[in-house]
Structures are given as structure tokens and as C-alpha cells.
């Protein structure tokens, strides 16, 4: 009965690669997000989707590319990885805008 | 770009001890949560809160909305040793749909 889900949950990868993340929400929210958390904890918004549709773009560099094919599911592509992408992902939902958020697990990107 | 300022950044306490917390901001908010997260796993809601000047408990946990909308506090009475962990504030203006995060409190606790 997960409620945010993401997969996988630890990825390693060498540097100019190409890899995806996966998150499903099984709780009927209709925006979800990615964070990334660096070395130093800090969390910082990347995407917010609302309804399938792309409302934020936090000022990503366009190598991460976000999907959405249903309100359930948010995807982040990553081509072309650098050494500075390495650090925890998150994704996570609200019902709505300003409402309550719940994180998923996390997938820890480790570029080498 | 806009900043919660958390703090204390860490803290060592006595089991049995209360904790504060704080978290500050130059913009109003409409919305501020509180998390936990332990190592390796992703944030948790434990409270959330919509209004200036609310005060909500979830079990040993009590946080409030400031009343000038800019900052919001959690205390956590009579710590255990699993209190452990990073507790984050978040906070969301109307429209936005963004969460704005604080820098963080490491809670250790000694047992």
C-alpha cells in the first residue's frame, strides 16, 4: 500500500549516459514534483506537474527531461549525465496546489 | 531565489528533553509543513498547516503558523531516542505550486 513510489531506488552510472527514474503516486493526487537533495541535504524543487501538465520548471538544465502519461505517473529523464548530477532524487505528490506533500523513497544517482 | 532560514542548524538534547525549532522567511506563505527524514529515506509529513496563528499536535509534536505568515515553530516535548533524524520546514505560496525547503535541524539525541 505504498502511497509515492520510485524506482530504482540506487542508480550508478558513468559520466555521458543516459537513464531514467520512475514514480507512481497511488494516492488520486493530481500535482506531483521532483526535488533533488544534494550532499548537503538541501532540498530543491526541479519540476511540479499538474493534471499530466508541466506547471514549474525550476531553471533544470534541459538534459533532465520530465514525463507525465497519466496523473499517476511522473518520469525524469536524464541524457547526457555529469558528475554534478549525482545526488538523491525525490518525487512527490499533493492532492493539490498548497495542500499536503508525501515524498517517496528516493533514488540515489551516483555518476562516476 | 527565496529562502527559509532554520534553525538551530543542529542540536544535541537529553532524552526527555523538549526541542524547538524554527523557520524564517522574508515572504508570506499560505501554507507550512514539517518533515522528518532518516538516513536513506525520503522526507515524512508530520504536521501541516493552512492558516496564520494555527496551532496543530500530532502525538508529542506541536507546530504553529506565525501570525505574520512569514515563519512557523515545532517543539517536540520529551524526546526519545528515535526523535533522530533532520527536521525540515516547508513553505508554499498560493499559485506557486512549489514547496520552498529550510537548510534543515539535525536533532541527535542522547539517551
Known amino acids: 500500500d505504498t502511497a509515492v513510489s520510485q524506482t530504482p531506488k540506487y542508480l550508478v552510472t558513468q559520466m555521458g549516459n543516459d537513464k531514467s527514474i520512475k514514480c507512481e503516486q497511488n494516492l488520486g493526487h493530481d500535482t506531483m514534483y521532483w526535488y533533488k537533495q544534494d550532499s548537503k541535504k538541501f532540498l530543491k524543487i526541479m519540476f511540479s506537474?499538474?493534471?499530466?501538465?508541466?506547471?514549474i520548471n525550476e531553471t533544470v538544465p534541459n538534459r533532465f527531461s520530465p514525463k507525465s502519461p497519466d496523473k499517476a505517473h511522473l518520469n525524469l529523464h536524464i541524457n547526457s549525465l555529469e558528475l554534478g548530477d549525482s545526488a538523491v532524487y525525490f518525487c512527490?505528490?499533493?492532492?493539490?496546489?498548497?495542500?499536503?506533500?508525501?515524498f517517496g523513497p528516493g533514488t540515489r544517482l551516483t555518476v562516476t | 531565489g527565496q529562502q527559509l532560514n532554520q534553525s538551530p542548524q543542529s542540536m544535541f538534547i537529553q532524552e526527555g528533553e523538549d526541542v524547538s525549532m524554527n523557520c524564517t522567511s522574508s515572504s508570506i506563505f499560505n501554507t507550512w509543513l514539517w518533515y522528518k527524514q532518516d538516513p536513506g529515506e525520503g522526507p515524512v509529513l508530520l504536521i501541516a498547516?493552512?492558516?496564520?496563528?494555527e496551532l496543530t499536535s500530532n502525538g508529542r509534536l506541536t507546530a504553529q503558523f506565525g501570525i505574520t505568515r512569514k515563519d512557523s515553530f515545532l517543539n517536540i516535548s520529551a524526546s526519545i531516542p528515535s526523535d533522530v533524524g533532520i527536521y525540515f520546514c516547508?513553505?508554499?505560496?498560493?499559485?506557486?505550486?512549489?514547496?520552498?525547503f529550510g537548510t534543515g535541524t539535525r536533532l541527535k539525541v542522547l539517551a
Open positions: 498547516l493552512y492558516k496564520a496563528g
Open positions: 516547508a513553505a508554499s505560496a498560493s499559485g506557486t505550486y512549489k514547496y520552498i
Open positions: 512527490a505528490s499533493s492532492q493539490v496546489d498548497g495542500y499536503e506533500q508525501y
Open positions: 506537474y499538474n493534471n499530466k501538465e508541466l506547471i
